[in-house]
């Protein structure tokens, strides 16, 4: 049962152009919500978080967005530039479920800025 | 920075060999991780530790083992390296509540033939 799912696997846009990536969440326990980026060979690093308490959390380039009622969250990376094609992971916490240390992640979408 | 370390970049072992898969984090964090990561199944967690000598399973534990002697180190262990094991190892840590944030080493790139 995938409780986090980012059902694009691949995304592809033009250099300055807005990117959308999306991810949907079926546990309604989930309270805390991360965004990642990865690079080949390279392990995961943390881009951006949001608390169930707002509904948009923004850092320079890259805002994400949460919509509880629809159980769904999306990450906007405007403008986008060549260096952010990566894999972009969903990951989702229940902080108040006890397991506030655990996160459970999406499969992942490829992003590919084109120049 | 927080920095976690993992003792290979990559490694290529035989069907039944015992592998030991080392990660440190600098931070003093509570908590430690272990993923793999395969194309398109994402990020899956086999083992966890919230606290020296405590573990639990995740999602994914058959066929692994963990140790965690140290708050600094967090060891998988693949009992007997099967071919199905051949995977991206990632090991992360966090310090916990408040902060949720996972960081993560760079990765073992681990072979079995």
């Known amino acids: 049962d995938q409780q986090v799912k980012q059902n694009s696997p691949s995304l592809s846009v033009q250099e300055g152009r807005i990117s959308i990536l999306n991810c949907d969440y079926t546990n309604s326990m989930f309270d805390y919500f991360l965004w990642y980026k990865k690079y080949p060979a390279e392990g995961p690093t943390f881009l951006i978080s949001i608390s169930s308490i707002k509904d948009k959390n923004e850092d320079g380039r890259f805002t994400v967005f949460l919509n509880k009622s629809a159980k769904h969250l999306s990450l906007h990376i405007v403008p986008s530039q060549p260096g952010d094609s990566a894999v972009y992971f969903c990951?989702?916490?229940?902080?108040?479920?006890?397991?506030?240390?655990?996160?459970?992640f999406g499969k992942g979408t490829l992003l590919t800025v084109n120049p | 920075d927080v920095k976690v370390t993992q003792s290979s970049r990559y490694l290529v072992k035989r069907t039944g060999e015992k592998v030991f898969l080392e990660c440190v984090q600098d931070m003093d964090h509570e908590n430690m991780f272990w993923y793999r990561q395969d194309p398109g199944l994402g990020l899956r967690l086999i083992y966890f530790?919230?606290?020296?000598?405590?573990?639990e399973k995740g999602d994914i534990p058959e066929g692994y083992s963990v140790s965690r002697e140290k708050k600094e180190r967090f060891s998988l262990i693949l009992e007997s390296a099967s071919t199905n094991q051949t995977s991206m190892y990632l090991c992360?840590?966090?310090?916990?509540?408040?902060?949720?944030?996972?960081?993560f080493g760079p990765g073992t790139r681990l072979t079995v033939t």
């Open positions: 990951a989702a916490s229940a902080r108040s479920g006890g397991s506030n240390y655990k996160l459970t």
């Open positions: 530790s919230y606290d020296v000598k405590m573990k």
């Open positions: 992360a840590s966090s310090l916990g509540s408040p902060s949720y944030e996972q960081y």
